[in-house]
């Protein structure tokens, strides 16, 4: 098998285990579901009312956190629905289905695999330089997946202005609880989120 081939066979596979999503759904009580479903409907019309309309998913999950796959299935913590208020949870969503909106589950795998599929090419030819993926693709994921969050912020920020009346002092009060809840801090050479500092400064300048 020629080289180009077995490189092409290697990114295939790469992009087929990059396909699922193994997360838990949750089994949440009704009440919450109903809560749930109403906030995510808000949301989704409001996000899909300025065009490129899309169909969401909408998942409940133990796991303190929020997100969208490739496939348009937001998750979102079940305990969010008990520690904050409608607006709060209506931002959230609104940044995940901004990533969406923004194909920014597609692009981040699609830079994952193509870093790797690199790799792995020349591996073929300078035997071990496709251990440097290991620290190669980390860092352009990473470096991609700041970016994305700051755009995703601005468009999240744009629809709750518009949508759910709030402010942008309201929405940096959001992210400041959401920072102190979470414990997170962010930004760095490493990190997969800019800091809280940067988001709010973002969303400030958001015209």
Not at 73 to 79: D, H, K, P
Not at 134 to 163: F, I, Q, W
Request: proline content about 3%; charged content about 20%; overall charge negative.
């Amino acid at each position: 098998m020629g080289m180009k081939r077995i490189a092409f066979v290697v990114i295939v596979l790469l992009l087929s285990g990059c396909a699922a999503t193994n997360k838990a759904i949750y089994t949440s009580p009704q009440y919450v579901k109903d809560r749930a479903d109403l906030v995510f409907a808000d949301v989704v019309n409001c996000m899909n009312a300025t065009g490129n309309v899309q169909t969401y998913n909408l998942f409940l999950m133990e796991e303190m956190n929020a997100m969208v796959d490739i496939y348009n299935n937001v998750l979102i913590a079940e305990g969010f629905f008990y520690n904050y208020d409608d607006k709060t949870i209506s931002f959230i969503l609104a940044h995940e289905i901004s990533h969406a909106k923004l194909n920014h589950p597609r692009k981040g795998t699609a830079l994952s695999v193509v870093t790797t599929g690199i790799f792995v090419t020349a591996g073929f030819f300078v035997p071990g330089i496709g251990l440097l993926n290991h620290a190669v693709n980390p860092l352009a994921t990473k470096a991609y997946g700041r970016s994305a969050e700051l755009d995703a912020d601005k468009m999240a920020s744009e629809a709750a202005t518009r949508c759910f009346d709030l402010s942008i002092e309201e929405q940096v009060h959001i992210f400041e609880t959401l920072q102190s809840d979470s414990g997170a801090t962010g930004g760095g050479f490493w990190a997969d989120h800019p800091s809280w500092e940067d988001r709010i400064d973002n969303i400030r300048k958001s015209p």
